[in-house]
């Protein structure tokens, strides 16, 4: 089955400089990658998502990057504001015909972002 | 106006009782998931069900047990709770569509969890 790994496992950057968080995925017939925030006691929400048919999102402050070859993304957060603060996770959806991963999120394991003052 | 609702917010039981925690959401979507959350942050597919029918089953002991009476609700009966049980579980729901179209809207938007706490 699918396998995502999650570097760095906390951050804690200065308010206004960028965020970076990189995953890894094993399963090459993935094709789904979101990211979620979650805060402190609250559910994950989405904040972006790419599809394997784009290597680049924007929205706003936010960026995610895919390298299908490497199979690797990044989450990428400037201008960083302490509201950023959070559990940050990546997810992958596996291959649902190759690999019988079926269609369903494997998440990596979490970053915890600080924004300090 | 909630989309994905859960009850009860918050469980607090001894160990070997038997208890059910539903999730309820209308945004009309035809997949709904529960999750795991343990003290340590992983999040873990537990179960998926689409229009009532159980396509994704992890390897959870069986004393878990989603039921879907119909698409917009999932509930999760759990028998004779352990300690290790405890944790937050969190129902999603997702619009089916098709893995082979790399297009696809298939966003998983979660319930408030349930912070189960066996003593």
């Known amino acids: 089955g699918e396998n995502v790994e999650q570097h760095p496992s906390t951050l804690s950057v200065q308010e206004g400089d960028s965020a970076v968080i990189k995953c890894t995925y094993s399963?090459?017939?993935?094709?789904?990658f979101p990211w979620y925030k979650q805060e402190l006691g609250k559910r994950p929400q989405l904040i972006i998502d790419i599809r394997s048919n784009v290597g680049e999102k924007k929205d706003q402050r936010i960026a995610v990057t895919l390298n299908k070859t490497a199979k690797h993304f990044s989450l990428h957060i400037t201008e960083t504001q302490p509201e950023d603060s959070a559990v940050y996770f990546c997810?992958?959806?596996?291959?649902?015909?190759?690999?019988?991963?079926?269609?369903?999120?494997?998440f990596g394991t979490g970053t915890q972002l600080k924004v300090e003052l | 106006d909630t989309a994905v609702s859960q009850t009860p917010k918050y469980l607090v039981t001894q160990m070997g009782n038997d208890k059910s925690i539903k999730c309820e959401q209308n945004?009309?979507?035809?997949?709904m998931y529960w999750y795991k959350q343990d003290s340590k942050k992983f999040l873990k597919i537990m179960f998926s069900?689409?229009?009532?029918?159980?396509?994704i089953n992890e390897t959870v002991p069986n004393r878990f047990s989603p039921k879907s009476p119909d698409k917009a609700h999932l509930n999760l009966h759990i028998n004779s709770l352990e300690l290790g049980d405890s944790a937050v579980y969190f129902c999603?729901?997702?619009?089916?569509?098709?893995?082979?179209?790399?297009?696809?809207?298939?966003?998983?938007?979660f319930g408030p969890g349930t912070r189960l706490t066996v003593l």
């Open positions: 945004l009309g979507h035809d997949t």
């Open positions: 399963d090459s017939a993935s094709n789904y």
């Open positions: 999603a729901s997702s619009q089916e569509t098709s893995y082979l179209d790399p297009s696809s809207t298939d966003t998983q938007y």
């Open positions: 069900y689409n229009n009532k029918e159980l396509i």
């Open positions: 997810a992958a959806r596996g291959g649902l015909i190759l690999t019988g991963g079926g269609n369903k999120l494997t």
